[in-house]
């Protein structure tokens, strides 16, 4: 994107809120439209695919404090200038030459009369990169922004721990010029204005001044040659696959922080961090109560009277566990060290509770049997309502 464009675009009606929405209602709009336009979520759609492109893009400017208020002072200068109205629509008085709806044109203001220095015939977006950057230092390409995306894993792999792909559409370093902005067989040379430093001094009278270079736009350097595919930035929106580390353990909602993974930096800076929600699907079998594995076992009323051994489930194969006789329903059980893995080292355990579990129904052997079995039970006397007496 283009200086000029980056300042004629309405980042805010892109995300579909307004210029006084705070970064919390910037984000939750972002992450909506970013579910509901995301390219695995419309496959073959190429309007979704630059839609989703352009929320992006939007979301790189306005998440970021400083460059949302470069950008709102930018579009705030130009539209006390004539160049547009705080809708969108331009101001020329009537002509229909050298704009674009929600653009500014030339004809209709003098730039170098607005910023008291002369244009140089060049694009009126070339005058921001030093537009907002007057102090002593240069004005370095920056680092890229960080940027959120979310996932969904199954129960047992966030559990475990696993390697897992996930897909991205964001800006990343040009793979035609790796970043550096030039042509490839070119490279960017020190700016010779001002040596590379990204600032040049004067004198005003009694006063020094030291302000970014306007050749180089504080960077120090010059690109004679752009590359064709980035315009020169070093960056493009593409997709790309990131093999993301869960690590065992990992809890429904937690975040993780990927390095450099992010948007991009302009000219070869450094990329931003990737940070990945991590969403985690219910499993049918295991629950979880914090590093501890939860199950609930079925069992028949005699394993509970008599005792048993339980074979049960656990995240690797079966573990037995001795069931005493005379064992309640509901009681649960602990086994330790063979829950979910924790980040320090070890493991939580694993509680077992024990369900009776009722037949639907029964052969005439096994109501014969059971039958003589409430027999005996009333000749011994056992009442299990024994407290409700006079209730």
């Given at each position: 994107m283009t200086q000029r464009e980056w300042v004629e675009r309405d980042f805010y009606a892109d995300l579909g809120v307004t210029s006084t929405a705070t970064a919390d209602e910037i984000k939750k709009a972002?992450?909506?439209?970013?579910?509901?336009?995301?390219?695995?979520?419309?496959?073959?759609?190429?309007?979704?695919?630059?839609?989703?492109?352009?929320?992006s893009e939007a979301y790189t400017v306005?998440?970021?404090?400083?460059?949302?208020?470069e950008y709102d002072e930018a579009r705030r200068i130009f539209s006390a200038a004539g160049g547009f109205s705080p809708g969108g629509g331009s101001r020329t008085?009537?002509?229909?030459?050298?704009?674009?709806?929600?653009?500014?044109?030339?004809?209709?203001?003098?730039?170098?009369?607005?910023?008291?220095?002369?244009?140089?015939?060049?694009?009126?977006?070339?005058i921001f990169g030093g537009l907002f950057n007057r102090g002593t230092r240069p004005s370095r390409p920056s680092r890229g922004n960080d940027i959120e995306t979310e996932m969904t894993i199954d129960f047992r792999e966030a559990a475990r721990g696993s390697v897992l792909p996930i897909r991205l559409t964001s800006p990343s370093p040009c793979i035609t010029c790796h970043g550096s902005g030039a042509?490839?067989?070119?490279?960017?040379?020190?700016?010779?204005?001002?040596?590379?430093?990204?600032?040049?001094?004067?004198?005003?009278?009694?006063f020094g001044f030291s302000e970014p270079c306007v050749d180089c736009r504080g960077t120090g350097s010059i690109v004679d040659s752009p590359c064709t595919?980035?315009?020169?930035?070093?960056?493009?929106?593409?997709?790309?696959?990131?093999?993301?580390?869960?690590?065992?353990?990992?809890?429904?909602?937690?975040?993780?922080?990927?390095?450099g993974q992010g948007q991009a930096g302009m000219r070869?800076?450094?990329?931003?961090?990737?940070?990945?929600?991590?969403?985690?699907?219910?499993?049918?079998?295991?629950?979880?109560?914090?590093?501890?594995?939860?199950?609930?076992?079925?069992?028949?009323?005699?394993?509970?009277?008599?005792?048993?051994?339980?074979?049960v489930p656990t995240l690797d194969n079966k573990v037995g566990v001795k069931v005493p006789a005379g064992t309640k329903d509901g009681r649960t059980l602990r086994v330790?060290?063979?829950?979910v893995p924790k980040r320090s080292g070890g493991a939580g355990d694993l509680l077992v509770t024990v369900r009776v579990a009722v037949p639907n129904q029964l052969d005439s052997a096994a109501k014969?049997?059971?039958?003589?079995?409430?027999?005996?039970?009333k000749e011994s006397g056992f009442d299990p309502r024994a407290d409700w007496a006079g209730a």
């Open positions: 972002y992450r909506k439209l970013a579910r509901e336009l995301h390219p695995d979520a419309n496959p073959g759609d190429e309007a979704a695919e630059e839609r989703f492109k352009r929320v306005l998440a970021d404090a400083e460059k949302r208020k008085g009537g002509r229909t030459g050298g704009f674009s709806p929600g653009g500014f044109s030339t004809a209709d203001f003098d730039l170098g009369d607005l910023f008291g220095q002369a244009t140089g015939g060049g694009d009126a977006g070339d042509r490839p067989g070119t490279s960017p040379k020190v700016c010779a204005r001002c040596n590379g430093s990204g600032v040049v001094s004067r004198n005003q009278g009694h595919d980035c315009s020169g930035t070093g960056v493009t929106t593409r997709e790309r696959t990131i093999s993301v580390r869960v690590p065992s353990g990992v809890k429904d909602g937690q975040r993780i922080r990927l390095a070869g800076a450094p990329s931003g961090d990737l940070y990945v929600t991590v969403h985690v699907r219910p499993d049918r079998v295991f629950g979880r109560d914090g590093d501890n594995l939860t199950v609930t076992a079925p069992v028949t009323f005699g394993e509970l009277a008599l005792g048993t051994t339980l074979h330790r060290g063979r829950g014969d049997a059971l039958e003589t079995y409430i027999k005996a039970e």
